[in-house]
């Protein structure tokens, strides 16, 4: 494509580059912070991963309960709906602590001993 290359002299140009000094200086501990950063962001996205792994199964026996209540032992929905409906802010604060107490214990609780030993 560039048969001429009299205008090119990519070697030239890169020793310029490289025996000016930069502009700018980093830090002497630049690249353990960069490890330490990406460190935590790594364990911060697995322990995530774990909760919502743990959440999916948990959904996932709940819903595969209900359904055998339903079909097998021919379980009333509908009276299984009025006991939801009528009693929706126990079923939602139960559901939220229980969530919350899977989330502490998943992530928050791993990610903060996590820090403690990295810091």
Same mark, same amino acid.
């Given at each position: 494509?560039? $048969?001429?290359?009299?205008?090119? *002299? ?5 020793? $310029? ?6 502009? +700018?200086?980093?830090? *002497? ?6 490890? $330490? ?7 911060? $996205? ?49 559901? +939220? ?21 990295? *810091?």
């Amino acid at each position: 494509m560039l $048969e001429n290359k009299t205008n090119f *002299d990519t070697d030239k140009l890169l020793d $310029e580059v490289l025996l000016a000094e930069p502009e +700018f200086t980093l830090p *002497d501990n630049f690249a353990g912070m960069v490890a $330490e950063k990406v460190g935590q962001r790594f364990a911060w $996205e697995q322990y995530v991963k774990e909760f919502l792994i743990y959440l999916a199964v948990i959904v996932g026996i709940v819903a595969v309960s209900a359904g055998m209540a339903l079909i097998w032992f021919e379980a009333d929905w509908k009276a299984w709906f009025n006991f939801l409906t009528s009693n929706m802010a126990m079923v939602a604060a139960a559901n +939220f602590l229980l969530v919350f107490i899977l989330f502490a214990d998943k992530v928050l609780l791993r990610y903060f001993m996590y820090k403690s030993t990295t *810091d």
